[in-house]
T-cell receptor
Framework: DAGVTQSPTHLIKTRGQHVTLRCSPI?????VSWYQQVLGQGPQFIFQ???????GRGNFPDRFSARQFPNYSSELNVNALLLGDSALYLC???????????????FGPGTRLTVL | ELKVEQNPLFLSMQEGKNYTIYCNYS?????LYWYRQDPGKSLESLFV???NGAVKQEGRLMASLDTKARLSTLHITAAVHDLSATYFC????????????WGAGTKLIIKP
């Protein structure tokens, strides 16, 4: 059974550009969360989607947006990239949304974004 | 505001030794999680602890939760080199709108 998949694996962009990251959750999982992990730090919560609705948003600027599709896959979009956006972007899926009985989130391999 | 603190942040130890990583959190939590991350890799779920006194064990790792002290521990028994990784604890609660709040991580190096 496939785990959480993310694409692309690595990405290099320049300042001011736009990027779209993609995530497919584990089959049967309806919730997808996005995290940013800067080197040497713990993950920072960006968004959570459950049943195609935004259920949570972290402290990130409006340049960050996301959506969830009917098949529960998700996209994270970042506009007007800054050098500080360079990080590992992790997608996690769970059976239900945070706050509900659902146990742990399962993480994908991540997308390493480098902004030059 | 829900805050999570781990200590130590860095730990170097010899194979065969025992050690404990501590995770403190500042407000009432619903669930506490432990994850492992290898360099350049994603996060692997180790344990989910739900209630006071919960104890879970997997191989040489054992996690426990004391909700009254707002403390979780991850105990490593007779460490082996393969356990070298960074270990994160994370907590969610109504105080964080159920967002996962993460500790800074403990980088564990086990020397053969």
């Amino acid at each position: 059974d496939a785990g959480v998949t993310q694409s692309p694996t690595h990405l290099i962009k320049t300042r001011g550009q736009h990027v779209t990251l993609r995530c497919s959750p584990i089959s049967g999982h309806k919730s997808v969360s996005w995290y940013q992990q800067v080197l040497g730090q713990g993950p920072q919560f960006i968004f959570q989607y459950y049943e195609k609705e935004e259920r949570g948003r972290g402290n990130f600027p409006d340049r960050f947006s996301a959506r969830q599709f009917p098949n529960y896959s998700s996209e994270l979009n970042v506009n007007a990239l800054l050098l500080g956006d360079s990080a590992l972007y992790l997608c996690a899926s769970s059976l239900v949304g945070q706050g509900l009985a659902g146990g742990a989130q399962f993480f994908g391999p991540g997308t390493r974004l480098t902004v030059l | 505001e829900l805050k999570v603190e781990q200590n130590p942040l860095f730990l170097s130890m010899q194979e065969g030794k025992n050690y404990t990583i501590y995770c403190n959190y500042s407000t009432t939590s619903d669930r506490l999680y432990w994850y492992r991350q290898d360099p350049g890799k994603s996060l692997e779920s180790l344990f989910v602890l739900l209630s006071n006194g919960a104890v879970k064990q997997e191989g040489r790792l054992m996690a426990s939760l004391d909700t009254k002290a707002r403390l979780s521990t991850l105990h490593i028994t007779a460490a082996v080199h393969d356990l070298s990784a960074t270990y994160f604890c994370a907590v969610d609660s109504s105080y964080s709108n159920y967002q996962l709040i993460w500790g800074a991580g403990t980088k564990l190096i086990i020397k053969p």
